[in-house]
């Protein structure tokens, strides 16, 4: 059973690109969190989202990024015109449907903006 | 809000030491607890957890107790060992119904030297 997998691993943009960072969860997995890591910090949550659907995304910021998980497919962050201060590793959990479950993590995509 | 106080890093050691990570939380009612471990370049793995209070989470000679009395969930192992050089992460999840996110604390990079 593969795990959480993540792509790309890393991701170079410059000022003002898009950054598009895919979570494909582990399989029997409907729910998905992606969360932050600035460097030499831990991780801060910012959005859960289940098929079709955004539950929580009071940690996304109001402004550039989005994500969604379609029905079908990998669930997709997005990062609009990123900035330097996007620079993070961003990390993405599964965890099956029922009930409240232990979250697995990807490897994380690592995204430098230049 | 919810929040996870860890003790301060980087923590060094010699092979075969005992080792103890601190552990606080703040959060209302009663949450479910972890230890995550992440590895140089990876994401992170779930070491352990405890769902209720006095749960003990144990997994390869890592140990934490579920202290409600002192909203404590401290990481110990009897003899570590170099492998075991990397950075523990505290979580908690909340309870309320929806209240999926972990919270994290900022993480204790360990090194065990030989």
């Known amino acids: 059973n593969a795990g959480v997998m993540q792509n790309p691993r890393h991701l170079v943009r410059r000022r003002g690109q898009e950054a598009r960072l895919r979570c494909s969860p582990m399989?029997?997995?409907?729910?998905v969190y992606w969360y932050r890591q600035l460097p030499e910090e831990g991780l801060k949550f910012m959005v859960y989202?289940?098929?079709?659907?955004?539950?929580?995304e009071s940690g996304m910021p109001k402004e550039r990024f989005s994500a969604e998980f379609p029905k079908e497919g990998p669930s997709i962050l997005r990062i609009q015109q990123v900035v330097r201060g996007d620079s993070a590793a961003y990390f993405c959990?599964?965890?099956?449907?029922?009930?409240?479950?232990?979250?697995?993590f990807g490897p994380g995509t690592r995204l430098l903006v230049l | 809000g919810d929040s996870v106080t860890q003790m301060e890093g980087p923590v060094t050691l010699s092979e075969e030491a005992f080792l103890t990570i601190n552990c606080t939380y703040t959060a209302t009612g009663y949450p479910s607890l972890f230890w995550y471990v992440q590895y140089p370049g990876e994401g992170l793995q779930l070491l352990l957890k405890?769902?209720?209070?006095?749960d003990k989470g144990s997994n390869k000679g890592f140990e934490a107790t579920y202290r409600k009395e002192t909203t404590s969930f401290h990481l110990e192992k009897g003899s570590v060992q170099v492998s075991d050089s990397a950075v523990y992460f505290c979580?908690?999840?909340?309870?309320?119904?929806?209240?999926?996110?972990?919270?994290f604390g900022t993480g204790t990079r360990l090194t065990i030297i030989p």
């Open positions: 405890a769902t209720k209070a006095d």
């Open positions: 989202l289940q098929k079709e659907n955004i539950i929580d």
């Open positions: 959990a599964s965890s099956p449907p029922s009930g409240a479950q232990t979250q697995y």
């Open positions: 979580a908690l999840r909340g309870r309320s119904f929806g209240n999926e996110k972990l919270t």
């Open positions: 399989k029997g997995h409907s729910h």
